[in-house]
């Protein structure tokens, strides 16, 4: 059974909101050494505090990733999501630091479906991150291909 939501289910307005997730420490020093972000930014604690920051910052990138993750764990792209086409106007609006919990809103911007594939569409989303506090940390726009019902 899917648990997904097919191409002919997405309409402009539609809102979904993520559970929440705290992002660790551990999330941040492991993501800025997988990567290569080794720079004092996200690794020197003493570095941060000259600069006003008591905790440890979290790339901008790590948060988008985060968001990512938690749009999949709400199950609604299961079997039908095909292909993360674009991200657009991302823009961090505060810093995320570890001990931040972080949850998504997802509002549907828009659909069209494939002129050269009649089994699946674009599904357009503006999604902001938002933190424990209320605050829009980070925000973007998505454009996905989703299949339709009849193709899985």
């Known amino acids: 059974m899917n648990t997904g939501i097919p191409f002919e289910g997405w309409s402009t307005g539609q809102m979904i909101t993520t559970r929440g997730r705290t992002v660790a420490e551990a999330d941040i020093v492991s993501y800025v050494n997988t990567v290569g972000y080794t720079e004092s930014l996200f690794l ?5 505090r000259e600069r006003g920051h008591d905790k440890r910052m979290a790339p901008a990138l790590l948060t988008t990733s985060i968001a990512d993750a938690l749009i999949i764990q709400t199950g609604v792209l ?8 674009g991200i657009d106007n991302l823009t961090a609006r505060a810093p995320v630091y570890a001990g931040d919990t972080l949850r998504i809103e997802v509002e549907v911007t828009g659909t069209k479906a494939s002129s050269s594939s009649p089994d699946r569409g674009v ?14 940390v980070l925000e973007y726009d998505v454009k996905r291909m989703v299949l339709c019902e009849k193709s899985v």
């Open 44 to 48: 020197d604690m003493e570095y941060l």
């Open 78 to 85: 299961h079997d039908y999501a095909v292909a993360l086409m």
């Open 123 to 136: 599904v357009t989303t503006h999604q902001k991150v938002i933190n424990q506090s209320g605050e829009v």
